[in-house]
């Protein structure tokens, strides 16, 4: 919860079928209010501190409340999104490049620098699914300027980045399925998720010290 009781995270549903169990498990927190992707342009968001927007989500919506979104980062917020962009809705964000797979191993995931997220996961966890490769990214999002690179493929393309100045708020970008999502996987993958979560409390405790010192 946020210092006003108001839960921490809002979850952008798409409604698609692949995110329903995600959905329904967070419906049962009390730091996560959940709303339907077409409600959010009459949705006052400014209680919370964080948006979560998955890969299925209306990116033509997103387009047209792109003044919404960004407002919301300009309040000293955090953004988290997973997926493929097509659309310029979002603040420093470029359109998803898929990569050119040769390979199984073109999919090997890397971590670029130890971060809390992903403190503890096996990058060849994230790269392989009961096997096969893929799953987690399949390519990028070329870099706004200045953006931190958490995990790469190969190529050096970046999967994960944190984007602290193209907004007075964090963007989180994953070229890939939900971040938030992963959790209880059996296997160090299901870390993400959790301290995602707690990365994303710290860090608007971050941005809302900075902002009162200025």
């Given at each position: 919860?946020?210092?006003s009781?108001?839960?921490?995270?809002?979850i952008?549903?798409?409604?698609?079928?692949?995110s329903?169990?995600?959905?329904?498990?967070?419906?049962k927190?009390?730091?996560?209010?959940?709303?339907?992707?077409?409600?959010?342009?009459?949705?006052?968001?400014?209680?919370?501190?964080?948006?979560?927007?998955?890969?299925?989500v209306?990116?033509?919506?997103?387009?047209?409340?792109?003044?919404?979104?960004w407002?919301?980062?300009?309040?000293?917020?955090?953004?988290i999104?997973?997926?493929?962009?097509?659309?310029?809705?979002?603040?420093?964000?470029?359109?998803?490049?898929?990569k050119?797979?040769?390979?199984?191993?073109?999919?090997?995931?890397?971590i670029?620098?130890?971060?809390?997220?992903?403190?503890?996961?096996?990058?060849?966890?994230?790269?392989?699914?009961?096997?096969?490769?893929?799953?987690?990214?399949?390519?990028?999002?070329?870099?706004p300027?200045?953006?931190?690179?958490?995990?790469?493929?190969?190529?050096?393309e970046?999967?994960?980045y944190?984007?602290?100045?193209?907004?007075?708020?964090?963007?989180?970008?994953?070229?890939?399925?939900n971040?938030f999502?992963?959790?209880?996987?059996?296997?160090?993958?299901?870390?993400?998720?959790?301290?995602?979560?707690?990365?994303?409390?710290?860090?608007?405790?971050?941005i809302?010290?900075?902002?009162?010192t200025?």
């Amino acid at each position: 919860m946020t210092s006003s009781g108001t839960p921490h995270f809002v979850i952008v549903d798409s409604g698609n079928y692949f995110s329903t169990q995600t959905i329904q498990e967070t419906k049962k927190r009390d730091d996560c209010f959940v709303i339907d992707m077409y409600d959010l342009p009459e949705r006052d968001l400014s209680p919370y501190a964080c948006m979560v927007i998955d890969n299925f989500v209306d990116q033509e919506l997103l387009y047209q409340e792109r003044e919404q979104i960004w407002q919301f980062l300009n309040q000293g917020k955090v953004l988290i999104f997973s997926g493929h962009m097509f659309l310029p809705w979002l603040p420093g964000a470029s359109m998803f490049v898929p990569k050119l797979i040769r390979s199984q191993h073109d999919y090997e995931v890397s971590i670029v620098q130890q971060h809390p997220i992903f403190d503890g996961v096996d990058p060849e966890e994230m790269t392989y699914t009961k096997g096969v490769s893929g799953f987690f990214a399949r390519g990028h999002h070329p870099l706004p300027s200045q953006a931190e690179v958490l995990l790469s493929l190969p190529g050096g393309e970046p999967i994960t980045y944190i984007d602290r100045y193209s907004t007075q708020g964090t963007i989180l970008v994953h070229s890939g399925n939900n971040l938030f999502a992963y959790s209880g996987q059996g296997s160090t993958v299901g870390r993400i998720g959790s301290q995602l979560q707690n990365w994303t409390r710290e860090e608007y405790r971050a941005i809302q010290e900075r902002t009162r010192t200025l």
